[in-house]
């Protein structure tokens, strides 16, 4: 069972310009987390998707960023004319079910925004 | 929200020394959790634990859940290389994973 992969791995933007990030979950998870991580500190919840809605969202960004997870196909993280305070690290994890402990985290996307 | 303060930021140790890292938050938690994260990777979980007082072993780790449900630390024993990395606490209120707060990470150097 290959765990939950993210790609690209690195990802170069300039400021203005669409970034694009993707996660295929674990095979059987239906649950989908998205984490924000800044150099020197921890991951920040950004959103939970459950195939197809957007259970909560509250850590997202209200403008430029969006997520989806279609019924068919990897989960989109979307962010809209980038700025250089995008450039991160993105995590994305996957769940069988919502509760904690059951979370696995993929390698992340590192977005450097020149 | 609820503030998580790891400390220390950062250790090094020689190898075979034990480890002390701990997490306070400024509001109470239901579950804590610790993780480890490799350079370029994402984060695997190392101990979860769901019970104040509640002492867990996994090998050479420990980890405990304060009695006042406001704090975490964690042991490892003998450390060896392969223990560095970045280990987060996070904690949780309502055992959703959509709820959990990270603490900003103890980086640690293991020298040989």
């Known amino acids: 069972n290959a765990g939950v992969m993210q790609n690209p791995r690195h990802l170069v933007r300039r400021r203005g310009q669409e970034a694009r990030l993707r996660c295929s979950p674990m095979k059987g998870h239906s649950h989908v987390y998205w984490y924000r991580q800044l150099p020197e500190e921890g991951l920040k919840f950004m959103v939970y998707l459950q195939k197809e809605n957007i259970i909560d969202e509250s850590g997202m960004p209200k403008e430029r960023f969006s997520a989806e997870f279609p019924k068919e196909g990897p989960s989109i993280l979307r962010i809209q004319q980038v700025v250089r305070g995008d450039s991160a690290a993105y995590f994305c994890a996957s769940s069988p079910n919502p509760g904690v402990e059951t979370q696995y985290f993929g390698p992340g996307t590192r977005l450097l925004v020149l | 929200g609820q503030q998580l303060n790891q400390s220390p930021q950062s250790m090094f140790i020689q190898e075979g020394e034990d480890v002390s890292m701990n997490c306070t938050s400024s509001s109470i938690f239901n579950t804590w959790l610790w993780y480890k994260q490799d350079p370029g990777e994402g984060p695997v979980l190392l101990i979860a634990l769901y019970k104040a007082g509640e002492l867990t072993s996994n090998g050479r780790l420990t980890a405990q859940f304060g009695i006042t449900r406001k704090d975490s630390f964690l042991n490892i024993s003998a450390s060896i290389p392969s223990d560095v990395g970045i280990y987060f606490c996070?904690?949780?209120?309502?055992?959703?994973?959509?709820?959990?707060?990270f603490g900003a990470g103890t980086r640690l150097t293991v020298k040989p």
């Open positions: 996070a904690g949780s209120l309502t055992y959703n994973n959509n709820d959990m707060r």
